[in-house]
């Protein structure tokens, strides 16, 4: 996994150095007509582009951090799920043994045996949803962790794109080749699809987070009574 965000310093450099390749060839075509129009056009599609791009950074960034958080608390409730559950079987085995230790006594041994036997299987009885509970949390953080991932990736791939697109823009402002400020475009339209799908997710991913923290509700102590 990322440990940091996506960098929006290079979409920056690119930009300007763009726009600034767009405004020169501009104005030496200034007087050569409508025919040079086109790269004010290039200039503000540039902008656009960089924009975008440091919105799919921005999100793919808060994602990974996320998707990270996750991660840490079903590592932690695995380790809480695991200390739980071998309570439960603790109690369970102690109770076992001392329903056989009354089968073999009598009397009062017999009645001592037996009020163990209860009360560690009253234990297990109380240890055992919490298990459920914990566990449930670590597959519910677990699953929400991949989805933040998933969607990361996404929005990672969609600035990519967006930086390929400023790149050949700025080719394309050098060149003044209009075929080459298309092919940004068509790069635009790409990372736009991209977001798009990133933001489409999001209203699944939160709907199945839900349903998963309502599973993933803070289990009790294992201690307490």
Not at 28 to 43: D, E
Request: charged content about 25%; aromatic content about 6%; proline content about 2%.
């Amino acid at each position: 996994m990322p440990e940091e965000g996506i960098e929006t310093q290079d979409i920056k450099e690119q930009m300007e150095t763009a726009q600034e390749h767009a405004e020169k060839a501009h104005e030496g075509g200034h007087h050569a007509g409508a025919g040079t129009r086109w790269l004010t056009w290039l200039s503000l599609s540039t902008a656009c582009l960089a924009a975008l791009a440091a919105v799919a950074s921005l999100h793919a960034g808060g994602l990974a951090n996320e998707a990270l958080l996750l991660k840490s608390d079903a590592v932690l409730a695995q380790s809480e799920y695991a200390d739980n559950w071998s309570e439960y079987q603790a109690r369970s085995m102690k109770a076992y043994l001392f329903d056989t230790q009354a089968a073999l006594l009598q009397d009062e041994p017999r009645k001592s045996a037996e009020s163990h036997a209860h009360h560690e299987r009253e234990e297990a009885d109380r240890l055992k949803p919490v298990a459920e509970r914990l566990r449930h949390k670590v597959e519910g953080s677990n699953e929400a962790s991949a989805q933040r991932m998933e969607r990361h990736e996404i929005f990672a791939r969609a600035v990519t794109i967006f930086q390929i697109a400023i790149a050949v823009a700025a080719i394309a402002a050098l060149t003044r080749r209009k075929a080459m400020w298309w092919l940004s475009m068509v790069g635009g339209a790409a990372g736009v699809g991209l977001l798009i799908m990133g933001f489409t997710g999001a209203a699944g991913g939160e709907k199945r987070g839900g349903e998963a923290s309502g599973a993933a509700e803070p289990a009790p102590s294992v201690h307490e009574k």
